[in-house]
């Protein structure tokens, strides 16, 4: 079982940069009460949901947690994954995932569908640039949903039931345990909405995994970037 969590890191640092040239500084042109955006780069900070700070004239700020599908870029899939729970280094006991924790200080994620440049492999054949390789250029078009949190849940309620959260929980245990029997590493709980398991990795996280037509129904914004720009879609 393996951990990419410093290849992840190294996207996120490139992945930021991209995001960084490309799409706040838009964002700050069509909001004229946004003066700056800050990027995070104090660890302990980004542990608490925080990966883009952006302030008003009057120093209120909102905080954004970017969220990416880099595992998955170039495949245009049509959902994205909320860790409901997962292994964290050597501990013994699964840590409770950032779509559930309360102690977060999140505003907005970011959801980001990535796609990036191809190679051609030793058969000719053209495949998708190799994770551990991608640097900022290797950034062609980013699909990019922001989601206002509170809206997020307030939706995953109404869809799912009243006390989501402790129906969730009871099911990531009931996986981890071996007592609920999973269909492809899934079960579904409403149209829309799966619970998956991905047992290949280290971490062995359980996600709710959304479909992005629900997503996108809740978004309060959608973009395109590339490197000639962001273009609002909603």
Known sequence: MESFRKQDMKLETELGSFLDEYLYPDILKQYKAYSKFIRIKDRQQQLQGIDVIIENGNKSTINIDEKASVYYSNAMIPTFAFEINSYQRDGNEPVIGWLLN?????????????????????????????????????????????????????????????????????????????????????????????????????????????????????????????????????
């Open 102 to 234: 309360d102690n977060l200080k999140t505003d907005y994620y970011n959801l980001l569908w990535p796609n990036v440049k191809c190679i051609q492999n030793n058969e000719r054949e053209w495949i998708r640039k190799p994770l551990s390789e991608i640097r900022k250029p290797d950034f062609t078009i980013i699909e990019s949903m922001m989601i206002n949190k509170k809206k997020l849940i307030e939706r995953i309620e109404k869809d799912i039931g009243p006390k989501f959260e402790m129906k969730l929980l009871k099911y990531a245990t009931k996986i981890r345990r071996n007592d609920l029997v999973l269909t492809n590493n899934k079960v579904s709980l409403a149209t829309g909405y799966n619970i998956v398991y991905t047992e290949n990795l280290k971490e062995k996280p359980i996600n709710l995994v959304i479909k992005k037509n629900i997503l996108s129904d809740i978004a309060d914004a959608i973009y395109l970037i590339s490197q000639d720009g962001s273009a609002r879609i909603k």
